[in-house]
């Protein structure tokens, strides 16, 4: 079955520079949500997309932006990077609530580097 | 608000049996567990909507008190497959985000 893709895989970049992050979710998902995830650390929810419309915010920096396609392909942009932007960085997507089955599945990341 | 799992770490030989506690302060709409080893995504094993249902997945189950607002994963008979750390990730009726707890280390030892 066809899962949700994400790249880069690995990205490294430096301090001050920009950076972008794709993601294409399962096909017929229309909800994408990125997640950060710092090494030994549960993952935290940046933002979500639900029809392209912004549908929930969490602790994402002013530095970073993100915006949903028409084809339901995500990207996050990263702007001003710090070192503190090393982490793991996860699409997931799902359904909507309306369909009865929403469940998130995640992308295999992006792990970046800021040096 | 993050959600608070428990125990923080768990070792196991195979075969033997573990429970994982989640619970949270805020009203639920859902409850979602994942499985995720190390460097790699976390792996969705079953999710659990209010109502208080019990699910299934061959020998890991769970179950969601919303009155209580906690949810419990169970490992029976585990396998050295189960290794890796369990999140549980919550929902409030008006999310649409997961709010993971710290995570629960599962080590299964032969």
């Known amino acids: 079955a066809a899962g949700v893709i994400q790249s880069p895989r690995h990205l490294i970049k430096e301090k001050r520079e920009t950076a972008t992050l794709k993601c294409y979710p399962i096909?017929?998902?229309?909800?994408v949500y990125w997640y950060q995830q710092g090494p030994g650390q549960d993952p935290q929810f940046l933002i979500s997309?639900?029809?392209?419309?912004?549908?929930d915010k969490g602790s994402i920096p002013d530095r970073f932006s993100a915006q949903q396609f028409s084809d339901y392909h995500s990207e996050l942009n990263m702007s001003s990077l710090e070192l503190g932007d090393s982490a793991l960085y996860f699409c997931?997507?799902?359904?909507?609530?309306?369909?009865?089955?929403?469940?998130?599945?995640f992308g295999p990341g992006t792990r970046l580097t800021v040096t | 608000q993050q959600p608070v799992q428990s125990p923080q770490a768990v070792i196991l030989r195979e075969g033997e049996d573990a429970v994982i506690n989640c619970s949270s302060s805020?009203?639920?709409?859902?409850v979602h567990w994942y499985r995720q080893k190390h460097g790699e995504a976390p792996v969705f094993l079953m999710i659990?909507?209010?109502?208080?249902e019990q699910k299934g997945h061959e020998k890991i189950s769970a179950s969601f008190n919303e009155k209580k607002q906690q949810s419990s994963l169970y490992l029976t008979a585990s396998q050295l497959s189960y290794s890796g750390t369990y999140f549980c990730?919550?929902?409030?009726?008006?999310?649409?985000?997961?709010?993971f707890g710290a995570g629960t280390t599962v080590t299964v030892r032969a």
């Open positions: 997931a997507s799902s359904a909507s609530r309306a369909s009865g089955s929403y469940e998130q599945y």
């Open positions: 096909p017929r998902h229309d909800t």
């Open positions: 997309f639900y029809e392209k419309m912004q549908s």
């Open positions: 805020k009203a639920l709409y859902s």
């Open positions: 659990l909507l209010k109502g208080g």
């Open positions: 990730g919550t929902e409030g009726s008006n999310d649409y985000k997961l709010s």
